[in-house]
């Protein structure tokens, strides 16, 4: 990166040659992450954490029970000095605590720097050849920033304690005077315009850290971060394939339909075309007779073996396969003779069959009583 420059005036207040930047400390990186944690650290520590109020118990009275617990249709109570009552106490009420973080000393001196370098990017710090006055006058002062340019909010960092430049902008609420190396981040923040004397700039040593961070870039990025770097820009390109792949399928997707979609829309369109009467005719197939639709719905009628007992030759009532109870009564029926009803019933050793072979054998015995 270019080195950074900032303007430079003589005493007189003349502009001279733009003036190049210590390295060590205008670097030209602003981590805005490090300022927002150390501005809010530093603003937090500002707070003295005295704030506090009473709770109940820190209330005077209400020892007696205002009223007895049940009989009043009130809520129970048990003291005047609820936080409910006038006069009571608060509920969860601040009490004094220590509103200080602290801050490692790395990323303070980075923050410092930071903020340097935002006001060097914005050709917001001036160079002067000295601040210095023989006696303490706000009207100098005012002159000597005027002829600077310097406007708005302004911090002025001298080559060491200078009394009488502080005494001087005592009455200016926009002006703060500090010694160089002792402002702060939020000081440097806080100010539109840096008003540095040129000796102090030259005389400054970098700290341990601002030191430490010179030599990290001296040396260049790590392999760690290259690697890193690496990494991500390859799943970078990896996604991007994915997406693009993903596009394309779409895009094969939708070539595909556009075809049946044409088909479809020509089929519709043929359809309102033709008169209603016809495409009627040609969505309701022709009527079948009554006769032959009902032929078709009628169930088929399973074909059911029927038991015939065999010819009086071949009869051997041992070899007949005797049928369930539910169909014994049909079987039995188509035997006219006492003996074979009265030989089958001998081989059915089943109880709840007995009675169909009694009312078979009553059946055949009953027209040869009558007739006697």
């Known amino acids: 990166m270019s080195m950074l420059k900032a303007r430079y005036y003589q005493n007189d207040g003349s ?29 937090s520590n ?17 020892g007696a029970k205002p009223w007895r617990q049940k009989g009043t249709g009130r809520a129970r109570a048990g003291t005047i000095r609820a936080s409910q009552f006038t006069g009571g ?3 969860f009420p601040p009490i004094p605590h220590s509103w200080r973080q602290r801050v490692p000393r790395k990323v303070r001196a980075i ?48 080559e060491g ?18 010694p160089f190396g002792e402002e702060s981040a939020y000081d440097i923040l806080w100010a539109g315009v840096l008003v540095i004397e040129k000796a102090a700039l030259e005389s400054a040593a970098p700290s341990r850290s601002d030191q430490a961070a010179l030599e990290s870039r001296s040396r260049g ?28 399928s779409r895009d094969v997707t939708a070539t595909e339909v556009k075809p049946a979609a044409k088909a479809k829309t020509k089929t519709k369109a043929k359809a309102e075309a033709e008169p209603k009467g016809a ?47 539910g169909g014994l009564v049909e079987f039995l029926a188509q035997f006219d003779s006492e003996s074979d009803i009265k030989a089958l019933q001998a081989r059915d050793s089943r109880k709840t069959a007995q009675a ?7 059946e055949l015995s009953g027209p040869t009583q009558g007739k006697d």
């Not at 990025?221 to 394309?248: I, M, N, T």
């Not at 169909?356 to 009553?362: D, F, G, I, K, V």
């Open 279 to 325: 495409a009627k005719a040609k969505a309701e197939p022709k009527a079948e007779p009554k006769s032959a639709a009902k032929a078709d719905k009628a169930p088929k009628a399973k074909d059911s073996p029927k038991l015939r007992p065999p010819s009086g030759s071949e009869l051997d009532v041992s070899s007949i396969k005797l049928p369930n109870v």
């Open 46 to 62: 500002q707070r003295q954490g005295t704030g506090a109020a009473k709770s109940r118990g820190n209330v005077k009275g209400g």
């Open 356 to 362: 169909h072979y009694e009312a078979r054998l009553s």
């Open 89 to 91: 106490g608060v509920a």
């Open 161 to 178: 304690v200078k009394a009488n430049v502080y005494l001087s902008s005592r009455n200016l609420p926009d002006v703060e005077v500090r």
């Open 221 to 248: 990025e790590p392999d760690v971060r290259a690697r890193e770097r690496a990494a991500e820009e390859e799943q970078a390109e990896r996604r991007k394939a994915r997406s693009s792949l993903q596009r394309g």
């Open 15 to 43: 502009e001279g040659k733009a003036q190049a930047l210590p390295e060590w400390l205008f670097d030209g990186v602003v981590h805005e992450d490090v300022l927002h944690q150390v501005i809010k650290a530093y603003l």
């Open 111 to 158: 923050a410092r720097r930071s903020a340097f370098n935002s006001r060097a990017q914005g050709d917001r710090v001036i160079l002067v050849d000295s601040l210095e006055f023989d006696t303490p006058k706000t009207k100098n002062l005012v002159e000597m920033l005027g002829k600077f340019g310097a406007e708005g909010k302004v911090l002025l960092l001298t």
